[in-house]
Every structure is written in C-alpha cells, then in structure tokens.
C-alpha cells in the first residue's frame, strides 16, 4: 500500500480518481441501446366530446336544442367515421339549424340518430353539429337523457350525455257547448316529379316541386331545406311558381336552400325547381329534408321517385346465327305443335337476311293451325305502355280434311302480334294454357280485295263471352281469343311481300298501323290488359316469316 506523506501527493491522487470516475461515465453512457420515441413523444389527434341540452328545463311538446362538439386539441388532423347520439324515447328528431358545421339531416333508424361522415377535424378545430328534438306531451314531468358517441380511427372520447327536465302541460279551452283540439306547429313535407318516366342514360329534364305546410296552431320558422339528389341528377335552375327565388347552395348530391321563412299556422310555402337526369336505367329517389325552430318536422324525408327506362325494350333483327332463336320461347302446350314448327333461317328475312320462320306443317301429320313465338327476356312481361313493330311476309298456307294436308300458296290464314301477353307454363295440366293478351293479326285473299286487320283478347274468368264463360277449362287458351273488332282494308293480302304491322299500347287504348298507316284506335273499356310482352301469332301459315322487331317505349 503507498503511502501519501504530504498534502501535495493527496489532492494529485483525488484528481486522478475523479478523472478515471468521469472517463467511465462517459465510457458507458456511449454504449448505452439507443431507445425508440416513447408513443407519447409521436404527434397526434387529441378527441373530446362534448353535449349541451338548451333550455335544459322545457314543457312538454317543446323543443331542446342540442350543441355537440368534437375538439381535436392534438398537433394533427383527426377523422371521424360516425357521429350516433340515442334518443330517449320521450324525444323526437326536429331537424338540423343552420348554424350547424354538419346540415345535413342523419339517417333515423328507431330511436337512433346516426351522421355518417368521415369528418375531418384539424389541428386545434373543433366539428359543431346543432340539431333539435321534440319533447313528448304529456300531463306529467320527466326527465329525458340521451348520450352520443363518434367512431374513429384512433383512441375515441367516452360518450357525451344531456339531460333535459320537462314539466307536464295541459290545455284545456272553455267554449260554449264545444271544445277545441290543439297541436304545436309541425311542419308536413311532400314532394313530386313530372315527368315519373324519362329515357335512360341521354340528358332528361324533370321539375320537382316540395311543398311545405304547417299544420299545428303554433308559429315557427323554416331554417333549411335539404334535398340529397340520386347520383347522375344536376340542379338546373328554380321554377316558375316556386315561392323560394333563390338557388341552392350546390348542384349535385345534398342541395341547401338557407333562410328564415316564418311558418305561422297554416302557413305553406311551395318550392318548385329544375333539374337535368343522365340515369341509367332504374328507379331513382331523391329525399327532402327541413329543418326548422319551434316547429316538429318529419322523422324522415319526403321523397320522390322517377322511372328511367331504355330507349329501345327490344330490338331484333334476327341476323346473328349465333343467337338463332335463342332468346325467343315456343308456345308447346298443345298436341298440334312441334319444337321445329318455329326455326330460325339464314335468308328468310328482309334482303335475304335472317328471319324467325314458322311452317305450320312439317310433313307428318301434325299441323299447328294456331301458333305463338314468345319473347319472355327479363322485365318484358312487366312493360307497360309501348309500340311494337315488326315486318313480316307469308308464302301460303295449309288446309287439312280427313288427315289429308293440302299446301295453298295462295292459301294463307291471319298472322300478326301478340302484345301486352303474359305467359305460364302450366304444363299438361292445363292444355292449351296459361296466357293472356291481345291478338292483331292481318288476314285476306292474295286474289281479291279482302284484307283485314282483326283485334281480339284471350279470355280469362273475368273477361269472357259466351260458352267461354261456361266451359271455363277454355279460359286463358291461346287459341280461344274473343275478337273485338275488325276493319277491312279493301286491298288484297299479297303473298312473298313484306308488310309492316305495328300497334301502340297506352292505359287501355290500342292503337294498330299497317304500312305506317293508322287502321284502328280502340279502348278497352272493359278489363283490360295493361302490361305485358310481345310476340307472334299464326294461324295455319305454309310459311309465314317475321323480322325487324323493335319495341320502344310510350311516355
């Protein structure tokens, strides 16, 4: 062990051990792990919610309005995916303020409120939304609690509750030998288009028009008015006899028409607006909702639908050797017909293109005399009002005497269209059936001047005629028609010549054209037939063909 003697050699040795104590420390700090960012140190949102109830003492049947806050106090942006606030039953959605950072009205399923977002609330922002709800009436006070919630991404608040204390009311008017009904003020809202049926997918204007009426006995003002149009629908302008002069704010999905229109008792305000549909085809609703103070307005929103369908139902031109017959059904329920009775072929049609051909006579010794080819593509037997035309040409026809067939070329029985038919398959069960429909078949001598055009209706239980009614096992047969009229032509029915047939059906009006000329305008007052397909119709034919079919719809 040294020793130290003198004073000198004591503070030396100090001085060294502090220098190797420092040179350590500073050894182990520099091999110290280097650690990552604590969570807490990485930036991000910071959410809080908040809920006030204003009054929070009411009477019954008033209104509360209701301040929500969403505060983001972080150094980023936040988003919110959902703001849902449950509703005490005693309370009912009145509509959104206009002050509100969110106008447009949420969804109401029960009693549950739901704003679908997302929200994207900044840095150091906060997402107001005001909206208002209805108290119940009643004779005694109570006290209604309702709390909302947000989804997020991230970490999200506790939900936000308030309260609101609601005194009973009562009403009660004196008056000589009667008495008198009172309501708060509540808003109706209705609304409708014009026209309900455009062309699908080509520009089409419509008119809207909302009218909105109070109809309680107290006052209130109307704040917003909210209509959330269908995708491909365009604000084109406002409207003669629209009360409300002023465009809205935005052309394209949630229109806001803004302002304080005083709605006294019976007070009714009429906005009436334009707008341009491109649609595909479908139905399409678009929904108004108001918000307003001291008035109750709808839980949902009014809406209205229109119909857009395709500018052609049907075209067929039976050039497509591909397709054949393929999208076309044979009427086989009776013992006379065969599969190959119909049949495509290649350069039967117009200029030797292909056609749909019918022989009712294949050799044997079975011959259709009636006859139906079916186009049953989906949505085709619920059409409504529409024309139909199609051309077609007839080589002969066929008689039959004793099981002996006989060919006519200058023979030939009426063939035509079958339209607004409806069609089941029924099976043996019912030989003959299941349809129903009109006939317009064309008929006549090649040689003489006798042609004509006949309308006639397939009978069923409530509209028939005759022993049709009593041998009720005829009903809906496609060959037991009841002819309701006919007109001559005073021409001859020529053979291998084209002919076009055409017929227009609108409500229970039919109106027939043959050769572009109008034969026939007849309304079935009775039971008519008012949707359905097309198809077409033979009789006895030693060949008949059809081609060109193109169906469109009536507006």
């Not at 060294?16 to 280097?34: F, G, K």
């Not at 309260?163 to 003020?185: E, I, Q, S």
């Not at 072929?345 to 011959?367: N, R, Y």
């Not at 269209?417 to 317009?440: C, F, H, M, P, S």
């Amino acid at each position: 062990m040294t020793e130290i003697k003198d004073s000198r050699q004591w503070f030396a040795w100090i001085a060294l051990s502090i220098l190797l104590l420092a040179s350590l420390l500073l050894l182990s700090s520099s091999l110290a792990p280097i650690h990552a960012l604590a969570p807490e140190d990485v930036a991000q949102a910071d959410l809080a919610l908040e809920k006030v109830a204003s009054p929070v003492e009411v009477t019954a049947g008033d209104v509360v309005t209701y301040t929500v806050t969403v505060s983001n106090s972080g150094a980023v942006s936040a988003t919110v995916e959902a703001i849902t606030d449950t509703l005490d039953a005693s309370l009912s959605f009145a509509g959104m303020l206009a002050a509100s950072d969110v106008v447009t009205p949420p969804q109401v399923a029960d009693d549950t409120l739901t704003w679908t977002g997302p929200f994207t609330i900044p840095a150091e922002s906060d997402l107001t939304l005001l909206y208002q709800v209805r108290t119940v009436g009643s004779f005694d006070a109570y006290q209604a609690c309702n709390g909302v919630a947000i989804s997020t991404e991230g970490p999200a608040p506790a939900p936000a509750e308030a309260c609101v204390d609601v005194a009973g009311k009562t009403h009660t008017l004196y008056m000589p030998l009667a008495y008198n009904d009172f309501a708060y003020g509540w808003l109706s809202v209705t609304k409708s288009v014009s026209p309900q049926l455009v062309e699908a997918n080509v520009d089409a204007e419509l008119v809207y028009t909302v009218t909105i009426v109070n109809e309680g006995d107290t006052a209130g003002t109307l704040q917003t008015i909210s209509d959330t149009l269908p995708a491909g629908v365009t604000f084109a302008g406002m409207a003669a006899g629209s009360e409300v002069a002023a465009n809205p704010a935005g052309t394209t999905g949630t229109i806001v028409w803004s302002g304080n229109w005083p709605m006294s008792s019976g007070e009714r305000l009429d906005v009436v607006y334009r707008v341009v549909a491109n649609v595909p085809v479908g139905e399409h609703t678009n929904q108004v909702a108001v918000a307003a103070s001291q008035l109750g307005v709808p839980l949902q929103p009014a809406g209205a639908t229109f119909v857009a369908e395709p500018g052609i139902l049907l075209e067929e031109n039976f050039n497509d050797p591909s397709a054949r017959l393929s999208r076309w059904t044979r009427f086989m329920n009776y013992w006379r017909l065969e599969e190959d009775q119909w049949r495509w072929e290649e350069h039967d049609g117009v200029g030797g293109s292909g056609a749909a051909t019918q022989d009712c006579w294949l050799g044997g010794k079975k011959v259709a005399e009636d006859a139906l080819l079916m186009y049953l593509g989906p949505g085709a037997e619920q059409w409504t009002d529409y024309r139909v035309e199609t051309k077609m040409l007839l080589r002969g026809g066929v008689n039959e005497k004793d099981g002996v067939v006989k060919i006519i070329e200058n023979g030939g029985y009426p063939v035509g269209l079958w339209v607004r038919g409806q069609y089941e398959d029924v099976g043996k069960e019912d030989t003959a059936g299941w349809v129903t429909g009109y006939y317009i078949i064309v008929g006549g001598k090649p040689t003489e001047d006798t042609m004509f055009v006949r309308l006639s209706q397939l009978q069923t239980l409530t509209d028939c005629w005759d022993l049709a009614c009593v041998n009720t096992q005829n009903l809906y047969d496609f060959n037991n028609p009841h002819g309701l009229r006919q007109v001559e032509l005073n021409k001859s029915f020529k053979r291998y010549t084209w002919y076009t047939l055409a017929v227009e059906v609108r409500g229970n009006n039919i109106k027939i054209y043959f050769d572009n000329e109008l034969v026939m305008d007849y309304t079935d007052e009775k039971e008519p037939f008012l949707e359905g397909t097309i198809g077409f119709k033979t009789y006895k034919s030693k060949t008949v063909s059809f081609d060109d079919v193109i169906v469109t719809p009536l507006r």
